[in-house]
Every structure is written in structure tokens, then in C-alpha cells.
């Protein structure tokens, strides 16, 4: 009976061998930029970030919720009369006093070539003063991008006007931007401007100042931005393999911006895919679930609880918005 029970305590405290896995993950690339997030276009996993809902001033990225609120609140062919109150710093949209244009053509004016004076040209028009100069309708709008950033889940982004010029007040984040590209991108009217490399039409043409449709394969869209406060800021979208990847970064330097963009979007293109299950087959949007992991640091995570407001009307309604968010 002694000899058993040593022979049992000897069994017990042998030691177990234990096997390891460990997933292969991308190492982290050294960016200039100070904030950045990387996030599955599909599925709006974040794959990676630094500091993303750090709140900073971030230029003409202003202009991607502008564009979601004008195609929103109004309708593409609304004729909008330029007036001399339009033409700010930054009028690269190149308009001129007097001159009619559709929405749409201003659209383009406002993503492609960046142009302050198309952005307070829809706000005004779009908030209710379309053949005049009225700072109260400007205001108006600028209330409902305010309001629209508040249904997406927005609780780093605060508009103080249209185009993005440096205002004490404005600002976003990483985060918050990527949550308005997703739900750009899910805009049947929105996204094929967003993903225009040029335009022409009613006496003006366009070219998207985005230099990565040059230098990045797949790109199928980006907005830039620039000013003193914020620095250089990018959002770029590019499809590979069927998979798609946003990238927002804030903060990087006239040098390293569009490399940073270009890592980043290898870093994301790097990440382990998805991995297929039964559970995540019929829950596309579950949290982690049948997931490999994307980062050493962290699992991933949902841009924000609800994620995007599906498609709305043409005429927004904020109540009934709020209630399908998925």
C-alpha cells in the first residue's frame, strides 16, 4: 500500500508537456503619424490603432461628413448659385461668383481637389438658403453635422464648420473618422464620388489630389487634409484578395504621410484573415468570435457599439436613423 501511494504521488507530480501555439502577427510598422487606426472594411473590426480616440484638429477630413450630410439632407440635382461669401482660402473647387452648379458637381468640388468653397457653397445651399448668402443656414447644417455625428457614436467629434479650416472647438479622432468612411463607403450615392479619381462637368474639371491612387495598388479611395494645428491627415481605402482595409492617420508630416499610409495599409493587408466558422457564418459582425488574432497587443474590437447607421432615406430622420443602427 506505501509502495502504491508513492508510485501514485510520482506519477501525479511528473511534469506535463505542453505545446504552445503562436499566432504570426505583422510587427508594428514605425510611423511618423501620431494617431492612427486600421480597421476591416467589412466587418469594421479595428486590426490595429494608436491612440485612436485622441482628440485632435483634422483639416479637410472635415469634408467626409459634410458629404454625408449633404447627400442625406438634399438631393443631387439641387441647383445651388455660388455666392462671394463661398470664396475663402482654399477655394480649390475654383468657383465663381454667380455661376449655378448641381449638388453633385459641388460634391465632386469638395472630395476630389478639397475645395473650402464647395464645402460652405452645400452647406449654405443644403441648409436651406440654396440661391443665397445666409450664415444661418451654414449654421443650420453645421448643427446637423453635429447631430449626425452624434447618432453614428461619434464621442470625439465636435464641427464648427464645413471644411475643416482650423476653428477653436473642432476636432475628431482616428476612430471617429474611420466610423464616418464606413458609412460614406455604404452610401449608394456617396461612395462612387468618394471613389472618383476625376470629374468633369457644368464647365469644371476635378482630379482627386489623392497621391496614393498612383503609388498603392487597390486603392479605391482617400481624402486628404493638411493645415497648421492638425498636420498632414489621410483616410485611405483599398481593396486585396476580396478583403478591404480603412486606414485614418492624423498627425504625420508633409515627408512621411503617404508612406505612413502605405504601411499601414500593409500592415492591415498582413493581418491574419478571418477565419471561416459555422458561428461566425451566420453572425457576420459577432465581436471576436472564430477570429484569429490581428495584433500581438490586442484582440480585435468593434469601431464602436452599434458600429454603422444603415443607408438612410433621402430625407434623414434622426429618430427613425437611430433605431436601425447595427
Known sequence: M????????????????????????????DVAARNWIIVDGASGDVLDAQDPHHRTAIASLTKMLTALVAVERSDLAQVVTVVRSDLVRGSSAELRDGERLSLRTLLYGLLLPSGNDAA????????????????????????????RAAVLGLTDTRVENPHGLDARGQFSSAHDLAVVTRAVLESPVL????????????????????????????????????????DHCLIEVAERDGRRVIVVLLGSTAER????????????????????????ASHPHSGGSGRTAHAAHARTWSLVPGAIAESPARRWDARAQATRMR
Request: glycine content about 8%; overall charge negative; cysteine-free.
Open 191 to 230: 461612395a462612387p464620388i468618394f471613389g472618383a479619381r476625376d470629374y468633369s462637368g457644368e464647365g469644371h474639371h476635378y482630379e482627386s489630389i489623392n497621391e496614393l491612387w498612383q503609388r498603392y495598388p487597390g486603392i479605391i479611395g482617400g481624402k486628404t487634409g493638411w493645415t497648421r494645428a492638425a
Open 2 to 29: 506505501h509502495r502504491l501511494r508513492v508510485l501514485l504521488l510520482t506519477v501525479l507530480v511528473l511534469p506535463i508537456p505542453v505545446v504552445l501555439t503562436a499566432t504570426p502577427v505583422a510587427a508594428r510598422p
Open 120 to 147: 460652405l457653397a452645400i452647406a449654405r445651399a443644403v441648409g436651406g438658403s440654396p440661391d443665397a448668402d445666409d450664415p444661418a443656414a451654414r449654421e443650420r447644417f453645421i448643427d446637423w453635422m453635429n447631430e
Open 257 to 280: 504621410w503617404y508612406d505612413d499610409a502605405t504601411a499601414l495599409l500593409d500592415h492591415g493587408f498582413a493581418m491574419a484573415a478571418p477565419t471561416a466558422t459555422p458561428e461566425s
